[in-house]
Structure formats: structure tokens, C-alpha cells
């Protein structure tokens, strides 16, 4: 596959887990599906630290929007590609002139993988902004698992009920009946926590995937300028 066409179907995929993980961080917000928890102030404060709105959500959509942005290129720049020749362009893709299949013109050649490469390489910062947030996102989610939600215990006491079981609490489901405020609050908070801490994970995934691709690609595209005459 292209490494263009590889950085576009990243793009689309970021995009949606990006919108995924901002629905799932405001969930997160009304327990039970009631606000006056929020207002009231009693969440868990990881629920605070934004980790499925700035970090898998809104900052993810940069990464998103550069790879689905990337311009596929048919004249050699994939090094093989089965198209190659039948476009050629210089500078940016905008710039097409359409020419025979298997000829390209020397002059622009060179301009073409010259602008390929940078683009290419220009991703892998995207990618790395992307592999920030999306780590952002899974280190705050495992933490708000480990820690347990805030609610309303037996003893009529607002606390972190589990935070001292180191997350043990997750494989204990008849402990969760200490929490009686908000109703079935674990279940919400470890569903939720849990969801965002997979889409992290694999927005992360997606990210170091497209930092590998966006080297191949801007080295393949620079070896191929050099060492590619006019003939494809």
C-alpha cells in the first residue's frame, strides 16, 4: 500500500475515535445520566483532567486532519506504485499535468518527490502531537480505573471508596455495593474509563504506525528523486 493512502485511512480512523472519545469523556460527567452530581461537584477528578476532550478528542483531530490531507501522488512516488507515470506534478498536487503513461518530464520530477517527502515527514509531527494526546488520554483513563469513582459510601461519606485496593476492586464486583450515590457509579465510571483507555490505546497505536509510514514514505520519496531519472 501506498503511504499515502495508508496515512488517509489512519486519518479517517483518528477522526472517528477522536469524536468517540469526546462522547465518552461527557458521559463521563453525568453519572446515571443526572447532572447535579456534576454541579454538585462530586466526580472523580481524573474526570477533570479532560483526558477523552483535549487528549484522545480535540487534539487528536489534528493529526486526523494532516494525514487525511495528504495528496496521493501516481507518479512513482509510492516506488513501484502501479500507477506510476500517469501524473506528473510539481509542486503542490494542484499543480497536475496529465502525461503519457510510463513518461514523466525531467524539470518537474524532482520538484514532485522534493514536496512528497516534505509532506510525508510533516505528518510525522502530526503524528507525534497524536501520540502525545492519545498518551494523555490512556495514562489518565488506567489512572481513574485504578482509583475508583468519588460516591456516597454507607457511612454517609463522600469518598474514593476503592482507592486503596490498587485497582483490585475491578475484579471484585460484589465490593461496587459500597458505593450507594450515584446509583451504579463504578459500572459507569469503569465503562466509560475503560472505553477511553481502548480508544487511546489504539489512536496511540494508529499515531507510532503513521510515524513509521511517514519516515518510509518521506526517505522512499527522497531515495526515489535521487536516484530516478526521467523515465519511470
Not at 501520540?131 to 457511612?155: F, K, T
Request: charged share 10%; proline share 5%.
Amino acid at each position: 500500500m501506498c503511504p499515502r493512502r495508508c496515512a488517509r485511512c489512519a486519518g479517517h480512523s483518528l477522526l472517528w475515535l477522536a469524536v468517540l472519545c469526546l462522547v465518552a469523556n461527557v458521559l463521563l460527567y453525568f453519572p446515571n445520566g443526572e447532572t447535579r452530581y456534576a454541579a454538585e461537584g462530586h466526580l472523580s477528578r481524573f474526570v477533570w483532567f479532560f483526558s477523552g476532550l483535549a487528549g484522545g478528542g480535540a487534539l487528536m483531530f489534528l493529526p486526523a486532519f494532516v494525514f487525511i490531507g495528504l495528496e496521493e501522488d501516481d507518479c512513482c512516488g509510492c516506488c513501484g506504485h502501479e500507477n506510476c507515470g500517469k501524473r506528473c506534478a510539481v509542486g503542490p498536487p494542484a499543480l497536475v499535468v496529465e502525461m503519457v503513461p510510463g513518461r514523466c518530464p525531467g524539470p518537474l520530477w524532482p520538484h514532485f518527490h522534493s514536496f512528497s517527502s516534505s509532506q510525508m515527514l510533516s505528518s510525522v509531527l502530526a503524528a507525534l502531537i497524536g501520540i502525545a494526546g492519545s498518551g494523555y488520554c490512556v495514562i489518565v483513563a488506567a489512572l481513574g480505573l485504578a482509583e475508583g469513582p468519588l460516591c456516597l459510601n454507607s457511612l454517609g461519606q463522600w469518598n474514593y471508596t476503592f482507592a486503596n485496593t490498587d485497582g483490585q476492586y475491578l475484579l471484585d464486583t460484589s465490593t461496587w455495593s459500597q458505593c450507594v450515590e450515584p446509583k451504579h457509579v463504578v459500572e459507569w465510571n469503569v465503562s466509560l474509563f475503560s472505553i477511553l483507555l481502548a480508544l487511546g490505546g489504539i489512536e496511540f497505536i494508529l499515531c507510532l504506525i503513521q510515524i513509521i509510514n511517514g519516515m518510509i514514505g518521506g526517505i522512499c520519496g527522497y531515495c526515489c528523486s535521487r536516484r530516478q531519472r526521467y523515465d519511470c
